[in-house]
């Protein structure tokens, strides 16, 4: 299925906010999906995430921030992620307002970067939207000092990781937010699988993560 683009702009922060946005077949009150690229990223390099989670019957929407996507000329700030929660929040905002998702069946979500921006939109006491309801964090942790916390809130969790990924020691810190986290909670490490496991250049594994995600939405989206 074809996704749309929404020119969002958050006037009142200075952000553009372009946002991918899939519908499925069963309409606009279906639950609702927000996820984050990562650095240097774009929406467009997921279109095989998403369209499997739009196929399972998801909305999914995607914002590209405004500093850290690979459309808009560098520089690009990493340590914009510190705002990127609220880019989230507003995302949300615009498209319950349009009359896009079911607001008590919302889920985040992320790759790197950007599942640092879920986790931290989800489970992280000062930036937490309420309305979020589970969270899953692709090859990601919470490593800005801004995040750094003592209590996660208790909300569902997914993380999942691959086994060759040796950035920034991102598993370890993984284990970390796995082992402050509520249940439920999983860790999933995919063996022989590197950094860029769910991105659509990521295959075999893509797949893989598509339907280890889809069936943790399932089970905490669709009550």
Not at 61 to 70: G, M, S
Not at 79 to 89: E, G, K, R, T, W
Not at 154 to 169: A, I, N
Request: charged letters at 20%; proline letters at 8%; one cysteine or more.
């Amino acid at each position: 299925m074809a996704p749309t683009v929404l020119s969002l702009h958050d006037q009142a922060r200075g952000r553009l906010l372009p946002t991918t946005v899939y519908v499925p077949e069963s309409g606009t009150s279906a639950p609702l999906v927000v996820f984050g690229h990562g650095m240097c990223g774009h929406p467009h390099k997921f279109r095989r995430l998403f369209g499997h989670w739009a196929e399972a019957g998801y909305i999914v929407a995607a914002p590209a921030f405004p500093h850290t996507n690979d459309a808009n000329p560098p520089p690009y700030l990493i340590d914009d992620v510190v705002n990127q929660p609220a880019d989230v929040s507003f995302v949300l905002d615009e498209l319950l307002a349009r009359g896009l998702g079911d607001a008590d069946r919302i889920g985040v979500g992320g790759y790197s970067l950007g599942a640092e921006t879920a986790l931290a939109v989800g489970l992280h006491p000062a930036y937490a939207d309420v309305r979020v309801r589970a969270v899953v964090g692709v090859a990601g942790a919470l490593f800005h000092p801004n995040f750094a916390t003592a209590s996660l809130r208790p909300l569902p969790l997914l993380l999942v990781h691959g086994s060759q990924d040796t950035k920034k020691d991102r598993l370890r810190q993984a284990l970390k937010i796995y082992e402050a986290a509520h249940e439920p909670k999983q860790l999933v490490t995919i063996e022989g699988a590197g950094h860029g496991i769910c991105q659509d250049d990521g295959q075999p594994h893509a797949t893989l993560v598509a339907e280890l995600t889809t069936t943790f939405w399932d089970r905490h989206l669709r009550k």
